[in-house]
């Protein structure tokens, strides 16, 4: 018996030992970066990002450091092309801008203990000044902790809770550059059927397969968006297969919300077209690709870690759009016509300018009601809670 | 629905096909010789990440998918070391395969997560079959993955069903002991067949990585593994069965992103309606029911199942 028992330890313990190796490596990686690579993902020049939010550059409550150390909490590698790769994007940029130290731990899964644990290190060991959590299930213990460490800054993404003090959350607001991106597949679609690899029937998705639509029916009115639901955030086989279902039915071009690459290498090996998310996935299939809405998070890391250097920083929920350029579209494809690309610059424009927004009536829903009518703008509230498809997406705003 | 669509739909049933059934093949075996391995998506993992990996440093599709099985006996080893030469729980031993393999991938991979694919295969369009209309398509524009399993799925029958060798798994798989008072050595014959069967799981995983979604990242074998070793259960532990099965598995995998393009009714039910995720559940439920009818219908004579599966032999023990 007691054999069998030293066994069944031994191999528990040998499981503990690979699981631990698989995480082992981030600390090494957590060094700063020698050089690192600033984040030009925006075709138009980046503004000088040292615009802080409120600029009082006389603040005399010196930072207890002399530099702030930022530590950034991934859900994901930062190799995956996709989110997390985006924010190490942004985490490159804002050490570049600001001359602080940057940490980072990747693959930190949404559990609680396993988030504390990374963070209590961060601000134990490593002297965190600010922390940065990248992924929504973050958000109860960044509240607990925020708590406890008074003392630090806790800036959550994709989160809606906030204290008064040292806990804010962020957001982009990504229906704008998809907007674009819907504009310019428009354009490009010949069959008028664009198929869109959607990930879970929530608002955030919801809007952007909304603004896709708008956006392609602007430069195409007979164009249909099909909407296949995947259930998944990251299942590359399933959302190939899936982007693959979608051709067959017709469509000539895909887009998604999904983090892998899979859909536009489904898309390429059909010839046909496709608009990436996340980041510019040119690379993945250079035929195929189209544009991509893109996150640029890094002005705004950049400005929060000022800010905490500056002892200036008060939380806030922040939903940046396009004129913050938090979120923009990635260059467009050698073969989109010329005069889309202007088009989509004059919008762009007005975006920036805040004289027009894309939930701009009118918009009617896909049972024909009037959603938003003429002459007004859906406001914040009703886009964060968005349970509707409009006219010309197929599909089930609510599957079952 | 459209040709197209439904070209498509058995195109992908194939496809989905042959990745589980080449895993499951490989569990089969090494039930078939009394162990079991719940390690199918640790191994299937191993072999996804080290494909890629190979991939990237050959560029030859085949180098790659020989070392991912490679990598997946070697990772099958690991429980055959435990279960079979040590004699631990096969359960847990499994299970700590498929828990570590995961994360020993995610170690090994770290650096070429997000990577471009330098190679991967590519459809074989078979001279003069491939253009006959449907059945071209389908059965002779696949990638050589393809043909391969069939061939696989040919040998290990005929091993198992008409040579000394397949008659001595076999025979280990339902009483080692008889097996070792014969003069067959359990610990070899079990070793080996765990280790032949995490190759096949192995290779089935750079299928994976590939063919079917070039590239690596964690996860990305997504419960797949899992459905292998319920395959092995619905297939009653035979080969001839489990390739029916794994078309009738492929077929639902394949349906679960296309049902809500089709605009058809069965029974005045619109089959678009019906949720994505809950197909994802079928191959589980379809192995329940196949284990419900087997119990029943063996309900006066021994189980289907190897009669020692799961049961750690050691010499003058019982």
Redesign the interface.
């Given at each position: 018996m007691a054999k069998?028992f030293l066994?069944?330890l031994?191999?528990?313990v040998?499981?503990l030992a690979?699981?631990?190796?698989?995480?082992?490596?981030d600390d090494d990686d957590a060094a700063p970066e020698p050089a690192p690579a600033p984040a030009t993902e925006a075709p138009e020049p980046e503004p000088a990002a040292t615009e802080a939010p409120e600029p009082e550059p006389m603040a005399t409550e010196a930072p207890m450091d002399d530099e702030v150390v930022a530590a950034f909490v991934f859900v994901?590698?930062?190799?995956?092309?996709?989110w997390t790769?985006a924010h190490d994007q942004g985490r490159r940029f804002a050490e570049e801008q600001t001359g602080a130290t940057t940490l980072f731990v990747?693959?930190v899964p949404e559990v609680a203990e396993d988030f504390r644990a990374v963070v209590v290190d961060f601000i134990e060991n490593e002297g965190a000044d600010v922390i940065f959590g990248t992924s929504f299930g973050y958000m109860d213990p960044m509240e607990e902790l925020a708590g406890e460490y008074p003392d630090v800054v806790f800036e959550h993404a994709s989160g809606f809770k906030m204290n008064d003090t040292n806990f804010g959350n962020f957001f982009g607001r990504m229906y704008q550059p998809r907007y674009l991106s819907g504009m310019a597949a428009g354009a490009m679609t010949e069959t008028n059927q664009i198929g869109y690899v959607a990930a879970f029937p929530i608002p955030e998705v919801l809007r952007g397969i909304n603004a896709f639509t708008l956006g392609a029916q602007r430069t195409n009115p007979d164009v249909e968006v099909?909407?296949?639901?995947?259930?998944?955030w990251?299942?590359?086989?399933?959302?190939?297969?899936?982007a693959?279902?979608?051709?067959?039915?017709?469509a000539d071009v895909i887009a998604m919300h999904q983090d892998?690459?899979?859909p536009g290498?489904a898309a390429q090996e059909a010839g046909a077209r496709w608009v990436s998310y996340n980041s510019d996935m040119s690379?993945?299939a250079p035929d195929a690709y189209i544009t991509a809405p893109v996150w640029n998070w890094g002005p705004y890391y950049a400005r929060i870690i000022e800010a905490v250097g500056a002892g200036t920083y008060s939380p806030g929920a922040y939903w940046g759009g396009m004129d913050d350029e938090i979120v923009t579209l990635a260059p467009p494809a050698d073969d989109v016509p010329a005069e889309v690309i202007d088009e989509v610059i004059e919008v762009w424009d007005q975006i920036v300018a805040g004289t027009w927004d894309v939930f701009t009536g009118p918009i009617t829903d896909q049972d024909g009601n009037v959603v938003v009518a003429e002459g007004e703008t859906m406001d914040d509230g009703a886009m964060l809670g968005m349970g509707f498809f409009v006219e010309g997406v197929v599909?089930?705003a609510d599957?079952? | 629905m459209?040709e197209?669509?439904l070209?498509?739909?058995f195109v992908?049933t194939v496809q989905?096909g042959t990745l589980v059934f080449l895993a499951a093949l490989g569990e089969l075996i090494a039930e078939r010789a009394g162990v079991l391995n719940l390690g199918v998506e640790g191994m299937m993992t191993m072999g996804a990440v080290s494909g890629f990996m190979v991939g990237l440093e050959t560029g030859s599709p085949w180098a790659a998918f020989f070392a991912a099985a490679a990598v997946g006996s070697l990772v099958g080893g690991f429980h055959a070391l435990?279960s079979v030469v040590?004699?631990?729980?096969q359960v847990?031993?499994g299970l700590?395969l498929t828990?570590?393999?995961?994360?020993?991938?995610?170690?090994v991979g770290?650096?070429?997560?997000?990577?471009?694919p330098e190679t991967q295969f590519t459809d074989l369009g078979i001279a003069g079959l491939a253009d006959i209309p449907w059945i071209g398509e389908i059965f002779f524009d696949q990638p050589p993955v393809v043909y391969l399993t069939v061939l696989l799925g040919l040998a290990v029958w005929f091993v198992l069903a008409r040579t000394r060798l397949g008659l001595a798994i076999r025979a280990v798989g339902e009483s080692a002991a008889t097996t070792d008072t014969a003069g067959h050595s359990v610990m070899a014959l079990r070793s080996v067949a765990v280790m032949v069967g995490g190759a096949f799981a192995g290779a089935a995983g750079s299928f994976?990585s590939l063919y079917?979604?070039?590239?690596w990242?964690?996860?990305?074998v997504?419960g797949?593994g899992w459905i292998a070793v319920a395959l092995v259960i619905f297939g009653a532990w035979r080969p001839g069965r489990l390739a029916l099965g794994a078309l009738l598995f492929g077929f639902t995998l394949?349906l679960?992103?296309?049902l809500?393009?089709f605009d058809i009714e069965v029974l005045g039910l619109d089959v678009s309606?019906?949720?994505?995720?809950?197909l994802?559940v079928l191959p589980f439920v379809l192995t329940v029911v196949v284990l419900v009818i087997i119990s029943w219908r063996h309900r006066h004579r021994p189980s289907v199942a190897p009669a020692a599966l799961g049961l750690p032999y050691r010499r003058e023990e019982r």
């Open positions: 069998k066994l069944k031994f191999v528990v040998a499981t690979l699981v631990v190796a698989g995480c082992g490596n994901g590698p930062v190799g995956d092309a996709g790769w990747e693959n099909h909407v296949n639901w995947t259930f998944t990251f299942d590359p086989a399933l959302e190939g297969d899936t693959s279902a979608l051709l067959e039915a017709g892998s690459t899979a290498i690379a993945f599909g089930s599957p079952s | 459209s197209a669509a070209i498509g739909l992908a989905f435990v040590l004699g631990a729980d847990v031993s700590a828990i570590g393999g995961l994360g020993l991938a995610a170690y770290r650096n070429v997560v997000g990577e471009r994976l079917m979604a070039p590239g990242t964690e996860g990305m997504a797949r394949a679960q992103p296309r809500q393009t309606s019906i949720s994505p995720a809950l994802g």
